[in-house]
Structure formats: structure tokens, C-alpha cells
């Protein structure tokens, strides 16, 4: 088993597909991945699962890949409960995920910004550039800047879990111009298209960031670097001033309230 834990893990789903199965009972997303060149002792281990489960998640995969084998059942103490794990996060990193609610709030509403783009006589052009101003600016420039330029430094940037992140950030960006594309030749399926997918895209993204990659790093930082963190962001946040995050937040009520006055009319 140990030269197999130190494969990449398409490559083991791939020869043995009972590996993806048994992964997603774990809710460990693998089969979707469309790189998979992490090693399956960074997919377990990265994950932070509790004990208990580890060694039965083991033990499956073990008897998955070697099925002739005999590999000895791990001992399990049925007694004990494996409580959810409640995730909690240092200073500097739970203001990233706060950073996360107001994207989401334009993430759900980027169905309604499509439907209405659809049904309207010509592209509300002005309407899909500010949802892009926020995406770059907000989204982009002011949260993901952080990600790359302080967050990402403190733990092996060419890691395979960090390389995704940054994959999905410039696959995102390449979204939005098509999107861009679209509003200037008043193009609503270029619109649609790429609108939808940049939500797909992020939605999936901050579930990652929230619930596996955040707390990987948080459980690498030492105290000083946690204030160090803090600082560094604190600082990021004061280059662009107390009005930017307010802005593109009113910005969220205003196209909230806009699409709601459109449900009930």
C-alpha cells in the first residue's frame, strides 16, 4: 500500500474505478477533478478526516485495489461516535470566508441576471458590466489577490491542491470575458454560457476553499504566523479603503432588491 499512496490519485481511479466510488462516500470529490495528479496520502490527509474514519477509508481502498489480499480489518471502536468536525478558522482566514458570503449572494443571483438578460428585448448591457465589476474588482482584485499574493505563500505554492485554485481563478477570468464579449455584441447565449459557468465554477470553489483547503492551511500556521497573516491582509485591505467592500455590498441589495421587485410584479 505505501507505493500506492504515493501515486496520483486519477491514475488509481483509473485502474481501479472502486476507488473514485468509495472516495465520494467520504465526500471526497476526485472523479470530477479534471486534473488529479494529487498523491492519495495528500487526498486523505488534506481532508483532516477523524481517526476512526481514516483507518475504515484505508482499509477499503486497500481491499479495493488488492482485492486477493488479506489486509486486517482496522479496529474500530463502535462505541465512540464520529461527531461532524466543526470547522473553525484563525482571524485572517475567517475574514476570507465572510469574504465568500457576498460573492455567493452574486452567484445566486446570476440565474435571475441570465433569465432576465433572455426574456429582455436587447442585452441590459450596463446590467452585465457592473455584475463584471464586481467579479473583478470585488470577487478578483480585492478577495482572490489575498488568496494568491498572502494566503497561498504560506504553504508550498506548487502543491497540487494550490496550482487547482489558481487554475480555477484564471479559468474564471477567462469566463468573464466571454461574458464581457457578449454584452458588447449584445450576444445573450455568449452571456448565458459563460455567466452560468463562472457560477459552477466558483460555487464549487468556495466549497472547496471553505471546507478543505482553508483549514489544510490554518492547521499548518503557527501562532506568529497567523498574526503575521492578519497584518498582511489587514494592510491589503487598507491600500483599497473602507469603501470598497461597502460599495460592491449596496451593489448586491440594489440588484437583490431589483429581481425581487421582478419575482413579485
Given amino acids: 500500500m505505501h507505493k500506492v499512496i504515493n501515486q496520483e490519485i486519477k491514475q488509481i481511479i483509473n485502474a481501479c474505478p472502486e476507488v473514485g466510488r468509495i472516495l465520494e462516500e ?5 472523479v470530477p477533478c479534471s486534473v488529479g495528479s494529487c498523491l492519495l496520502k495528500d487526498v486523505v490527509g488534506i481532508h483532516n478526516l477523524d481517526p476512526q474514519r481514516e483507518a475504515t477509508l484505508m482499509y477499503r481502498l486497500e481491499k479495493a485495489i488488492y482485492p486477493d489480499r488479506n489486509v486486517p480489518k482496522p479496529v474500530v471502536d463502535m462505541t465512540k461516535k464520529s461527531a461532524p468536525k466543526e470547522i473553525t478558522y484563525s482571524p485572517p482566514v475567517k475574514k476570507l470566508v465572510d469574504e465568500h458570503v457576498l460573492i455567493k449572494r452574486l452567484l445566486a443571483l446570476i440565474p435571475s441576471v441570465v433569465e432576465y438578460t433572455e426574456t429582455s428585448v436587447k442585452v441590459d448591457k450596463n446590467l ?3 455584475c463584471v ?3 473583478r474588482t470585488y470577487a478578483d482584485k480585492y478577495h482572490h489577490m489575498k488568496e494568491e499574493d498572502i494566503l497561498f505563500k504560506y504553504v508550498d505554492d506548487k502543491a497540487e491542491i494550490i496550482q487547482i485554485m489558481f487554475k480555477d481563478h484564471d479559468t474564471g477570468r477567462g469566463h468573464v470575458r ?8 449584445g450576444n445573450k447565449s455568449q452571456i448565458k454560457e459563460h455567466l452560468l459557468a463562472y457560477r459552477d465554477l466558483l460555487t464549487q470553489h468556495i ?3 471553505d471546507e478543505i483547503l482553508y483549514p489544510w492551511i490554518d492547521r499548518q500556521l503557527s501562532v506568529t ?3 503575521e497573516m492578519f497584518r498582511k491582509c489587514s494592510e491589503a485591505d487598507a491600500s ?8 460592491y455590498e449596496r451593489f448586491i441589495i440594489e440588484l437583490e432588491e431589483k429581481f425581487l421587485e421582478e419575482v413579485t410584479k
Fill in 26 to 30: 467520504y465526500n471526497i470529490g476526485c
Fill in 128 to 130: 452585465i458590466l457592473k
Fill in 133 to 135: 465589476d464586481f467579479i
Fill in 178 to 185: 466571454q461574458a464581457v464579449e457578449g454584452a458588447e455584441k
Fill in 207 to 209: 466549497k472547496k476553499e
Fill in 225 to 227: 504566523q497567523v498574526g
Fill in 240 to 247: 483599497v479603503g473602507d469603501e470598497l467592500p461597502k460599495k
